[in-house]
């Protein structure tokens, strides 16, 4: 258990969100081996409980996985949240919709779901039910839309099968594609059936950030008390997006 400042008992936890291209490098080569690499010396070292890769999954059938997970597990511990089949687009796949999910074993999964999400191209959302140190979270991995009406559609699938689930703080995270600050309609409570909130930083293009598109949010409970993009001249150049870190601090249920 981590404690927060008053002595009371708040869980922390650390997330990191990268959309990796499937492995696709600025130079226009596919290198998804050197993705792992920078990874590896320019994300991981600054700490993380939960890792979201996007676009790391190919996006023609079969959606086969891109990256070498079976490395980054040995060199960081961090398991694969989707292991179960259940939780996969398909056999090969390593994520749904190219949405790949690690975690550091300490984190236990307690069920999943899988989202299809409207729109014409390829999204949707990851829903896992954890608990670490007897505290329960949920956390919601997605790629939504780069159309605003196709986000206001998903992000009210996904607030309705929220409204549909015992309460427990949740964060949501990944590539939303949502360039205002503000987080724009598809955000607003009255799409999503209550109130995420969280810092929007520059993320994208990777060279010169100019647009917030990688977001970590929270809400019942959940709250994003430090945001982050990280850089480093392998991020500048295995990606068209900068990695993103954020520390989340789970309020304890009332009465918990």
């Not at 070292?45 to 979201?52: I, K």
């Not at 996985?65 to 989707?82: K, S, Y």
């Not at 056999?91 to 999964?109: K, T």
């Not at 994208?204 to 950030?209: H, L, Q, T």
Request: proline share 8%; glycine share 12%.
């Amino acid at each position: 258990m981590r404690h927060g400042a008053n002595g009371d008992d708040r869980h922390g936890l650390s997330v990191g969100v990268w959309n990796v291209h499937r492995g696709r490098w600025n130079d226009g080569c596919q290198n998804p081996a050197g993705t792992v690499d920078v990874f590896l010396r320019e994300v991981w070292p600054r700490g993380l409980d939960l890792m979201v890769f996007v676009e790391a999954d190919e996006e023609a059938r079969p959606q086969r996985g891109v990256l070498d997970l079976r490395a980054i597990a040995h060199a960081t511990g961090l398991v694969h949240a989707q292991a179960d089949p259940a939780l996969r687009w398909g056999p090969q796949s390593h994520g749904f919709h190219g949405v790949v999910v690690l975690a550091r074993p300490d984190i236990v999964l307690e069920g999943g779901a899988l989202m299809d999400l409207p729109g014409q191209c390829h999204r949707g959302a990851v829903a896992l039910d954890c608990r670490r140190d007897g505290n329960p979270f949920r956390l919601i991995a997605t790629h939504l839309s780069l159309a605003q009406p196709l986000r206001i559609a998903q992000m009210r699938t996904l607030g309705q099968f929220l409204s549909r689930s015992a309460t427990r703080p949740t964060v949501l995270c990944g590539d939303l594609n949502e360039w205002r600050p503000w987080g724009g309609l598809a955000f607003a409570p009255r799409v999503t059936i209550r109130r995420f909130a969280g810092p929007a930083r520059r993320s994208f293009p990777a060279g010169r950030p100019l647009l917030p598109l990688d977001r970590v949010l929270g809400a019942d409970g959940a709250r994003v008390t430090a945001f982050e993009v990280l850089d480093g001249p392998g991020l500048r150049a295995a990606s068209d997006h900068r990695p993103v870190r954020a520390e989340v601090v789970l309020d304890p249920a009332p009465g918990g």
